[in-house]
């Protein structure tokens, strides 16, 4: 019996979920790796943070977004997966709107973390 969970997310970029987790400075690999769970059992996954107690957590793409693989009960990180998933869902994004908006001629003019953890971003274009 599989101890892995998959959690579905809303991230669909892997270049933006790659510079969401460096921001975060969380450490990963990219796949395909393994990721390692309880008694020897692998997923593979696009994305792969090696936790120091052996168990990983990985980013596999199912076809739509990129779903959280992990054995849970082996969670090793800062924060609760809930606290994990929403900074790395926030993370992801402020560069997804980078991206996008870049696409169509504008850059950053301000980037703002508020006191209630929120970014406020400021964008502009130049017209002639």
């Known amino acids: 019996m599989s101890?892995?969970?998959n959690i579905k997310t809303q991230i669909r970029?892997?270049?933006s979920l790659q510079a969401a987790l460096t921001d975060l400075g969380v450490?990963?690999?990219?796949?395909?790796?393994?990721?390692?769970?309880?008694?020897?059992?692998?997923?593979t996954?696009?994305?792969v943070v090696e936790q120091d107690n052996n168990y990983d957590i990985g980013f596999r793409w199912n076809g739509k977004e990129y779903e959280l693989v992990a054995d849970l009960q082996y969670w090793q990180q800062?924060?609760?997966?809930d606290g994990f998933l929403n900074r790395v869902s926030q993370r992801y994004a402020v560069h997804t709107v980078?991206?996008?908006t870049a696409k169509q001629g504008f850059q950053v003019a301000e980037q703002q973390k508020n006191g209630d953890g929120s970014i406020r971003l400021v964008v502009q274009r130049w017209s002639a």
């Open 3 to 5: 101890h892995f969970s």
């Open 45 to 47: 996954a696009e994305v």
């Open 13 to 15: 970029n892997l270049a």
């Open 78 to 81: 800062p924060w609760s997966v």
């Open 27 to 43: 450490n990963w690999k990219s796949g395909p790796h393994e990721v390692r769970g309880y008694r020897g059992q692998t997923s």
């Open 98 to 100: 980078v991206r996008e």
